[in-house]
């Protein structure tokens, strides 16, 4: 089983729409968690951290389900330049970083 | 945000010559490296974490004596693909992560093409 598993979509969407994407993780003891945005031939960029309280940023919202072991991230109001790969990465307690196969998204005008 | 600086951007070379790539965290000390190969359309690969001052830890099946991994410093992390073959030919990206910081920083990546 993977440590970290996304949905490869892609996910076509018009623009002004709202899209959820969700990350499942096995290790229970996972201490962070991420989202990051890699663009076609370009190296990952850090998007956001995600708490166990949610946290929001502009028009994205992350949160994190500790006891069913998922991520989520919500972009509301989807741009053109929203479309990307999105990466769900999840750290251990060893300074391991395990990374999503990514969720394609395509936003459409 | 953090700052990683990679070189060479992309390089070409000959079967059985060895690439040197280097990762540098240019306004952090980076206690810890990582460097990952991305073939096309595949996800990121870990292939090796190193710690400033000590022998890197591979992954599975990520030989060690062909990718040799050097992080002398606290800024600077070498890859050498020693003896490249096509099938070496890939993305490679390093990033970098310092204690007690959250997350990791990316370089922009080398593409390395063995002909």
């Known amino acids: 089983r993977k440590e970290v598993e996304q949905d490869p979509g892609p996910f076509n969407v018009p623009e002004g729409a709202t899209v959820a994407f969700n990350c499942t993780y096995s290790n229970s003891a996972s201490q962070s968690f991420f989202w990051y945005r890699q663009d076609c031939r370009k190296e990952p960029k850090l998007l956001m951290s995600v708490y166990s309280s949610g946290n929001e940023d502009g028009r994205f919202t992350a949160q994190l389900n500790r006891a069913s072991q998922y991520i989520s991230l919500l972009i509301r109001d989807s741009k053109l330049s929203d479309s990307a790969t999105y990466l769900c990465v999840v750290n251990d307690n060893f300074n391991k970083f395990y990374f999503g196969s990514g969720t394609k998204l395509n936003v459409k005008p | 945000g953090a700052v990683v600086s990679q070189h060479p951007s992309w390089v070409i070379c000959k079967s059985g010559t060895s690439v040197k790539i280097e990762c540098r965290s240019l306004?952090?000390?980076?206690?810890?490296m990582f460097w990952y190969r991305q073939f096309p359309k595949q996800s990121l690969m870990l292939m090796a974490t190193?710690?400033?001052?000590?022998?890197?830890?591979?992954e599975q099946g990520v030989e060690k004596d062909k990718f040799l991994i050097n992080h002398a410093s606290l800024t600077l992390s070498t890859l050498t693909v020693t003896s490249a073959h096509p099938e070496d030919s890939s993305f490679y990206i390093c990033s970098a992560s310092a204690a007690g910081g959250i997350g990791q920083y990316f370089g922009p990546g080398t593409r390395l093409t063995v002909t």
């Open positions: 190193s710690n400033e001052g000590s022998k890197a830890t591979y």
């Open positions: 306004d952090f000390q980076a206690t810890t």
